[in-house]
C-alpha cells in the first residue's frame, strides 16, 4: 500500500475529501470525540477495514502534525487532533452544510 504524503499545511486544505478514505475516516471520529482524544483501540474498533491500514493512516496524520499523542495519567496512549487541524475540519464542515443547503433550497 502507498502511503499518502499530505503536506499541505491545514489552512490549504478545501474538503476532508483530499485525504485518503482511511485518514478521513480517523479525521472524522475524532472531531466527533470530546476534546477530539481517543485511544488508538476505540479509533480501531470503530472505523471499518484491515488493522493495518488504519494504523498506517493514524501514523500518516502523526507523521505530518495533524494528529498528536497526548500524555494520560493512567499510561494509555492517547490520540488527539490538532487544534488548527480540528478548527479547520469545522470551517470547513459548516462551508459544505451551507453549500449543500443552499443547493438544495435552490429551484431548477
Not at 497526548?70 to 470551517?91: C, H, K, T, W, Y
Not at 459548516?94 to 453549500?99: I, L, V
Amino acid at each position: 500500500m502507498k502511503l499518502y504524503r499530505h503536506t499541505t499545511s491545514p489552512g490549504m486544505i478545501t474538503s476532508i475529501n483530499e485525504f485518503p478514505t482511511r485518514q478521513q475516516q480517523v479525521l472524522q471520529y475524532l472531531l466527533t470525540q470530546p476534546n477530539y482524544v481517543t485511544t488508538p483501540a476505540v479509533l480501531m474498533e470503530n472505523i471499518s477495514g484491515p488493522t493495518g491500514e488504519v494504523i498506517k493512516a493514524i501514523w500518516e496524520l502523526m507523521r505530518v502534525g495533524h494528529v498528536c499523542q497526548i500524555p494520560s495519567e493512567d499510561n494509555f496512549v492517547q490520540l488527539r487532533l490538532s487544534d488548527e487541524m480540528a478548527g479547520r475540519l469545522l470551517v470547513i464542515t459548516k462551508q459544505e452544510q451551507a453549500f449543500y443547503r443552499y443547493i438544495g433550497n435552490t429551484k431548477y
